[in-house]
Nanobody, 120 residues
Framework: QVRLVESGGGLVQPGGSLRLSCAAIGSAFSNYAMSWYRQAPGKERELVASITSGSSSTNYADSVKGRFTISGDNAKNIVYLQMNSLKPDDTAVYYC?????????????WGQGTQVIVSS
């Protein structure tokens, strides 16, 4: 079982950048498909970006394509979300998720979330 700890959120002005980190504790993140989700007040949680186990493929929501980049550091066991050209609409709590399918059973693990506020 893996435990996820996010960090890196904060207050940033429109057009600015932040890098979120998701540390995987207890298991190598390379065993999981990793994703970043976000949830804004009054809205449903939505997928922002994902990376396959082994970091061979990435996927992004249309709203963040060209601005956000998901990547992984195997040595540090950390998954990052680099966020550039931030907009007020990016304001949300950002969550990291690890997904693993073993013997036909899917397991999802979530972090506690980190707040991102984009405002002048």
């Amino acid at each position: 079982q893996v435990r996820l700890v996010e960090s890196g959120g904060g207050l940033v002005q429109p057009g600015g950048s932040l890098r979120l980190s998701c540390a995987a504790i207890g298991s190598a993140f390379s065993n999981y498909a990793m994703s970043w989700y976000r949830q804004a007040p009054g809205k449903e949680r939505e997928l922002v970006a994902s990376i396959t186990s082994g970091s061979s493929s990435t996927n992004y929501a249309d709203s963040v394509k060209g601005r956000f980049t998901i990547s992984g550091d195997n040595a540090k066991n950390i998954v990052y979300l680099q966020m550039n050209s931030l907009k007020p609409d990016d304001t949300a709590v950002y969550y990291c998720k690890a997904t693993r399918v073993r013997f036909g059973k899917r397991s999802d693990y979530w972090g506690q979330g980190t707040q991102v506020i984009v405002s002048s």
